[in-house]
């Protein structure tokens, strides 16, 4: 007889999605591999969801739900799962963060995590050497998903033009990162600006931090160090971040100034004539 792993539903997310997927699959008197090809992927794949060996995704999920008449169930599962794989101390403000009404951030090092490509996001995740890069990254595209809500939170980023600059994962990686923050110049409720170098000292040289806003609950700061994430409701701190955040945009080129200085670092530091020139 095989032996069957024995799964506790209550202990995660990814737990009872197993259980839950387990139980879906013999209720319908299918094989691991029955179900594997039912769906196109191995039943190797679904025995190692089904035991939260492996991360699922949410097209495998919106597959499942297809494939077994589940109505949506493992499609809404999958948010929790993928929240559940980011660091827990990040966990508290990428809940904040679904719920806000409004966004700002300022980014000195990298671009907002909302805003990033699969690829850069897969580049910077990789400098922590997590033991599942591809549940980090899912996640990080998962949360991403709050932008694409029928009423998306209004948002505002402000980037370092160091960020513009900094090569994370190479020159393909920057071009396609830098050509996505070009298709958010006529988004209607996202605003980039680019905080030029020329600006010189500012009012957050202290580090990048984000704003959030919210229907009914307190205003939120945001703040990192290299261990962990901060968020505090302090007026005093509100208020004092609010003060800067507008220093900032006021120092910051317009909106369409910031969308030409992506395109010229685009095509002069990332373009495919310097590819060349690298490669001869």
């Not at 904040?96 to 300022?106: H, Q, R, V």
Request: glycine share 6%; charged share 25%.
């Amino acid at each position: 007889m095989a032996n069957i792993q024995t799964l506790d539903p209550s202990a995660s997310p990814l737990d009872y999605y197993g259980w839950e997927l387990r139980r879906q699959r013999e209720a319908h008197n299918l094989k691991q591999g029955q179900l594997g090809d039912i769906i196109f992927c191995t039943g190797s794949l679904v025995g190692q969801i089904e035991t939260t060996k492996k991360i699922p995704t949410r097209d495998f999920s919106e597959r499942v739900d297809a494939a077994l008449g589940t109505d949506g169930l493992f499609s809404r599962l999958i948010g929790l799962v993928l929240r559940s794989q980011l660091p827990t101390w990040f966990q508290p403000y990428a809940e904040m963060e679904a719920k806000a009404a409004y966004i700002s951030t300022y980014q000195a090092q990298l671009v907002y995590g909302l805003l990033q490509t699969e690829e850069y996001a897969r580049a910077v995740l990789a400098t922590g050497m997590p033991d599942d890069l591809d549940g980090l990254v899912s996640a990080r595209m998962e949360r991403q998903r709050v932008l694409e809500r029928e009423q998306p939170p209004l948002a505002w980023t402000i980037l370092d033009e160091a960020v513009l600059h900094r090569p994370i994962g190479g020159h393909e990686v920057m071009r396609g990162q830098l050509a996505r923050l070009l298709e958010f110049t006529s988004h209607r409720w996202m605003r980039i600006q680019v905080l030029p170098f020329k600006a010189g000292e500012h009012a957050s040289l202290a580090g990048s931090f984000n704003f959030l806003r919210f229907e009914d609950d307190p205003d939120l700061v945001y703040t990192e160090d290299v261990i962990a994430g901060h968020m505090t409701a302090n007026p005093e701190t509100i208020r004092e971040a609010a003060r800067r955040y507008a220093h900032l945009q006021a120092a910051a080129l317009s909106v369409e100034a910031s969308a030409a200085l992506i395109t010229r670092v685009m095509e002069e530091r990332y373009g495919e004539r310097i590819e060349e020139r690298a490669v001869a």
